[in-house]
């Protein structure tokens, strides 16, 4: 099991990069839910002044459950694929075999997303606006519904994997800066790195 605490000296090499990497994803995803934030803000305000203009009475109950459960479930949705980047990554060596598996994580992401969402409207719909919830209003259909917020999900996906992979990098790269100051001052031997390669250099015999 993963320790999060600060002190990291009991943990094997492999431990100390998966809670680097817990670290990291989780700037990952306050940055997210920030940008989640302004966003709820920006379409709430939208959908406020949008109905105004065509003559109707905002309902704000309807406008803030609509956009806020959407948002709480991709918060919750971020931990999961965190935890599930970490035990199963992506990267360069592996992308061939592992890409179809994310793709299939994917589509669970907007599965359940969906779910969450609508779990959370159902409950809010008739605790603040006193009407049952529908997730697919009359002239829809739930497949079209479904396939319009999974258009939208599948941005959503990889932009947090590619933000949380930013910040895992990062991190990597701020500790191998880290372990070769730390190796410059105990050995005195530089270590310059090209991508997989290592050259070691002793101080003293660099003039």
Aim: with cysteine; proline share 3%; hydrophobic share 50%.
């Amino acid at each position: 099991m993963l320790q999060h605490s600060n002190d990291i000296s009991g943990l094997s090499d492999l431990e100390k990069a998966q809670q680097r990497e817990w670290t990291a994803g989780r700037a990952a995803i306050l940055t997210l839910a920030a940008f989640l934030c302004v966003s709820m803000l920006v379409d709430v305000l939208s959908h406020i002044s949008e109905a105004e203009r065509l003559g109707h009475t905002p309902i704000w109950g309807q406008v803030l459950i609509a956009e806020l459960s959407s948002r709480v479930a991709l918060f919750i949705l971020f931990f999961a694929l965190l935890s599930f980047m970490i035990r199963m990554p992506l990267n360069l060596d592996n992308w061939r075999r592992r890409l179809p598996l994310y793709l299939g994580i994917m589509l669970l992401f907007s599965l359940v997303h969906v779910f969450l969402m609508v779990a959370l409207r159902k409950i809010g719909w008739p605790l603040f606006i006193g009407a049952p919830y529908e997730f697919a209003p009359a002239g829809s259909t739930t497949a079209g519904e479904f396939i319009y917020e999974f258009r939208k999900d599948i941005v959503t996906f990889w932009t947090a994997f590619a933000l949380m992979r930013l910040f895992q990098h990062n991190a990597d790269l701020k500790q191998e800066l880290s372990a070769s100051r730390q190796e410059a001052r105990q050995f005195s031997r530089l270590t310059l790195k090209s991508g997989g390669r290592s050259i070691f250099l002793d101080a003293h015999q660099i003039e």
